[in-house]
């Protein structure tokens, strides 16, 4: 029986709290009889249901969205530097292979007259991350959605990531990284704002 992405984005929207999805429990277990295993041996017996709550978190992405995440962390300042909140912890899964991509993602903005909770900003990746993914747009979508909700100078979001579809499958580079990058008003017209940004990020935290 063949199932589109959109019939399994479905199955994936209920949450964990309701439980394992009956449709997903039901399309794992014949993945399982497709691959040559035995769905009904003792290893794999919970695993459908497992599966099921997996996905649920995997794709919980899709039932948020920015303005209501932001809504009640946004504040009026009157500051006009740079704001960076770096090495975000990032982890997603790729949508042509939904296998995982991980890594970290640099997130910065000058405010022109509102900021965002700090913790917000990492909960925006953490949305778009967890929906099927390609990298460039999780980084464009970062940070378009920032510039909708505050409308700031500029911003800019860095995302490097390591793809398990190239290190497990394919041309099995390991230790192979993949950084994209999205530069809205001044980080994207102004290069000084822009190297400014990229010497902060490639910092360390020790300052070295």
């Not at 399982?32 to 978190?57: F, H, I, M, N």
């Not at 990298?135 to 390591?162: F, H, K, M, S, Y």
């Not at 497990?168 to 580079?173: I, L, N, S």
Request: proline letters at 3%; hydrophobic letters at 40%; charged letters at 30%.
């Amino acid at each position: 029986m063949h199932h589109s992405l959109a019939d399994l984005e479905l199955a994936a929207s209920e949450s964990e709290s309701d439980g394992p999805n009956q449709r997903i429990v039901e399309l794992t277990r014949e993945l399982l009889t497709e691959v040559g295993e035995d769905p009904e041996r003792d290893g794999l017996l919970k695993t459908p249901e497992r599966v099921s709550r997996a996905w649920s978190d995997l794709t919980s992405g899709y039932r948020m969205n920015a303005k209501e995440l932001l809504n009640d962390a946004l504040f009026d300042v009157t500051y006009d530097e740079m704001v960076i909140v770096k090495d975000i912890e990032l982890f997603s899964l790729c949508e042509h292979h939904l296998l995982p991509f991980y890594g970290k993602a640099h997130v910065a903005y000058i405010p022109r007259n509102k900021v965002i909770g700090l913790s917000k900003v990492a909960r925006l990746v953490d949305m778009f991350a967890r929906r099927l993914q390609v990298q460039e747009r999780l980084t464009r979508q970062v940070a378009d959605a920032i510039q909708e909700a505050i409308n700031p100078v500029g911003v800019g979001v860095v995302c490097e990531a390591r793809h398990l579809c190239m290190m497990m499958r394919g041309v099995e580079k390991q230790h192979s990284a993949t950084i994209t990058s999205a530069m809205l008003g001044d980080f994207r017209d102004n290069h000084k704002t822009r190297e400014e940004f990229l010497a902060l990020v490639s910092r360390r935290s020790n300052g070295a």
